[in-house]
């Protein structure tokens, strides 16, 4: 398998534009999730799903930002309008729960968006 | 709430000398904690997981770490570093039944002098 894939690696874009980040998980796996990472928070949790569905996006920053995963091999994550804080790195990740017991993830590169 | 304490932001070693990393979780259950290692520009890469059983768990590369129920603690060593591993060093806690969710500590940055 090839592997958590994102893209754009890079995205720049003018503050007020739609900024759209995708994600292709590891085939098979049933969880989903999506961190942003600064330098003034670090690593932090925006949302994840299972199969499919919404479980937590508690740590979505405002309502410029929204989620989808309209099904089990791709997901978004867009911000409309966005704004220069939130130039970050993006990171996707999957997970297969093995029922009960630890789950590893797997992380994609990145995105790495700057809005200026 | 659930959280991950890396109190050294930024470590130095010499190349060849040994290296711990500290890491302190705060969590009500038995945790399943991690190592992850960022290169400039990367995406993360396991390094190790302990998920039960032993509490001296070995990783890729060279290191390995120890789960300290008592102290709350989960800290990365390797006894001889190399000058790849200077990158930025996560450690995260899991959950039970939440899939691979984690929360991350701050990181610590390591630099390694030749």
């Known amino acids: 398998d090839a592997g958590v894939i994102q893209s754009p690696r890079h995205e720049v874009t003018e503050m ?30 925006l949302i994840y799903f299972n199969n499919n569905v919404p479980i937590d996006d508690s740590g979505m920053p405002e309502d410029r930002f929204s989620a989808k995963m309209p ?40 995105t790495r968006l700057t809005v200026v | 709430a659930q959280s991950v304490t890396q109190p050294d932001i930024h470590i130095t070693v010499s190349e060849g000398a040994s290296l711990e990393l500290r890491c302190n979780y705060s969590y009500g259950a038995t945790p399943y904690l991690f190592w992850y290692v960022q290169s400039p520009g990367q995406g993360l890469q396991l390094l190790l997981k302990y998920f039960s059983g032993d509490t001296l768990v070995q990783g890729i ?9 008592s102290q709350s603690s989960f800290n990365l060593r390797k ?36």
Not at chain 1, 27 to 35: C, E, I, K, Q, R
Not at chain 1, 78 to 103: H, M, N
Not at chain 2, 86 to 110: M, P, R, S, W
Request: glycine content about 14%; proline content about 4%; aromatic content about 16%.
């Open chain 2, 61 to 69: 590369k060279g290191f390995e770490a120890e789960f300290k129920r």
């Open chain 1, 71 to 110: 099904n089990a091999s791709f997901s978004t994550l867009k911000i409309q309008p966005s704004e220069p804080r939130d130039s970050a790195v993006y990171f996707c990740a999957s997970s297969l729960y093995g029922g009960g017991v630890g789950t590893e993830a797997f992380f994609g590169q990145g």
């Open chain 1, 16 to 45: 007020g534009q739609e900024v759209t980040l995708r994600c292709k998980p590891i085939s098979g796996h049933d969880y989903l999730f999506w961190y942003r990472q600064t330098m003034m928070r670090g690593l932090e949790l």
């Open chain 2, 79 to 114: 006894p001889s570093v190399h000058w790849s591993d200077a990158a930025e060093y996560f450690c995260a806690v899991g959950f039970y039944n939440q899939g691979g969710k984690l929360i991350f500590g701050q990181g610590t940055e390591l630099s390694v002098k030749p």
